[in-house]
Structures are given as C-alpha cells and as structure tokens.
C-alpha cells in the first residue's frame, strides 16, 4: 500500500516505540503528541512484560490506539522484537504503509533487569545492548536513510538513564544510546533533525516499591517522584517547531534529583 500524499492538512507522523502499557511513559508521550495533532506509529513487545515483575497489560495496544483516535489521530499499533537485527527496518515499513513517512521518531523501548557487575550474565549484558543500544542505532539509522524534509521537521528523541549501580547493563548500554543521538545531531543535521536524549529521572510506572517511592521523593525539592506526563510535556515540546533550536543535548528532567 503506499504512503498516503502529503497534504498542508494532514498530520506529521511520529513513531515512538516501547508503549506496551497504558501507565508507561510510552503511552503518555504518544497521547500528548496525538493531542498536539500528530498521527502515531507505536511498537510494543508482549514477552518482555510477560517476564517483568508487573506482567502483561492485556489489551493495552488497543487501548492506547483507542486514546489516541479520541485526539483524532491515525494510529498504527506494531508488535515488534527490537533485539532482532531486522525489526528495525519492519517496524518502520510498518509505520510507512500504514500512516506515511515518519517525521519523529521517540524512543522508550528498553530491556532493563536489575544486576550489577559481579551478577550479569553475558546473555543479559547482550540483550541488554541488543535492545537498548544496537536497536536504537538502527532504529535512527533507518530514520536517517527514510526522512525526507521538510528541513527543520525531523525530531529524534531517546529515553535514557544515568542508573548504573546495581543495575549495569541497563546504564551502560544507555550511556552508549546518548552518543548515538549525539552523533545523530551532527551527521544529520544536512537533513534538518534534530536530535536529543531525555532523562526523565524516577518515574514510578508501578515498578517501585513502596520503601523506594518514599527514598527517591525525599531526594527531590519538590518532594516528589516524576510522573509520565511529566516527559510527555518535555518531549512534546522538543517535537513542536518550537524545539527546533535545542540539538545534541542530554536534558535531564528529573526535578532537581540530587
């Protein structure tokens, strides 16, 4: 099916992957852009939330997708494995066939299990680079190779992280994902994107435990946790024409974290 023309009417596309939850980041972020009159390509992957402590939210595709036609968008739900080499390239052929050229691509989608160095695997510390890091790469890759302007429209957006006691091979293989978008906003600036990685500090997505909400609030001035919308807001505005001129930049919005 190819993609639909462009029209000075239609809505610009993003894809933001890893919306497997209707709590999650993910999902707060592709309704604040749908809200804002974006059409969203989103991917997910069921097994890693089968094997996470907070299990499958069934239905959650469809109720994302449902949220997002309420702010009038066009959606595409896409069930991917990013450790997989190709699913970069499907995830976006997807995305094309079904909604047209994306404009913005944010990424949420991460493997995240808690070990630190003395107690990861190799098969973790692969996956965890697989999905986290090499994905991602590709994901901007094929972003890269498909944008087609206009100049100044293109946005990349990545989550990371700055945790790596304890929990080793998510940090590390975030910290590599930062450089990616780095070099993304140099070696695509020709193309008119712009590129920036987002650390959105704790945000309690039902992943916590009561004792750790409590010691992560009291280290905030706010006296708080972050919550999704919080980095929707952030994100939302880095998508808008207004977020043109921030490039290359790891923003921490994690409320004074100290």
Partial sequence: MPARPAAPASRPV??????????????????????SGWDLA??????????MPWGVEAGAAGAVAAQLAGHGAATAAIEADLAQAGAAEQVFDAAERQLGPVTAL?????ESVDSGLLDTTVESFDRHFAVNT???????????????????TGRIVALT?????????????????DRIV??????LAHL???????????????????????????????????????????????????????????????????
């Avoid at 944010?106 to 991460?110: E, N, Q, S």
């Avoid at 790469?137 to 100044?152: D, Q, S």
């Avoid at 929990?167 to 590390?172: F, I, K, S, T």
Wanted: proline share 5%.
């Fill in 14 to 35: 993003a894809l933001v992957t890893g919306v497997g939850r209707t709590v999650g980041i993910g999902a707060a972020i592709a309704a604040h852009l749908a809200a």
């Fill in 134 to 152: 090499r994905a991602s790469w590709l994901l901007v890759r094929e972003f890269g190779r498909r944008f087609a302007g206009p100049y100044g």
């Fill in 192 to 258: 008119g994107v712009a590129a920036n990685a987002v650390n959105p500090g704790p945000v309690d997505t039902g992943w916590m435990t009561g004792q750790l909400r409590a010691e992560l609030a009291a280290q905030t001035p706010l006296g708080r946790l972050g919550t999704p919308q919080d980095t929707a807001d952030l994100v939302g505005f880095l998508c808008s024409p207004r977020g043109q001129w921030i490039n290359g930049q790891l923003l921490h919005s994690n409320g004074g974290l100290a």
């Fill in 161 to 177: 992280s700055d945790h790596t006691v304890g929990n080793l091979p998510y940090g590390a293989s975030k910290g590599a994902l």
């Fill in 106 to 110: 944010v990424m949420c989608h991460c």
């Fill in 182 to 187: 780095q070099a993304a906003a140099r070696e």
């Fill in 42 to 51: 989103f991917s997910y992957w069921t097994p890693y939330d089968t094997r």
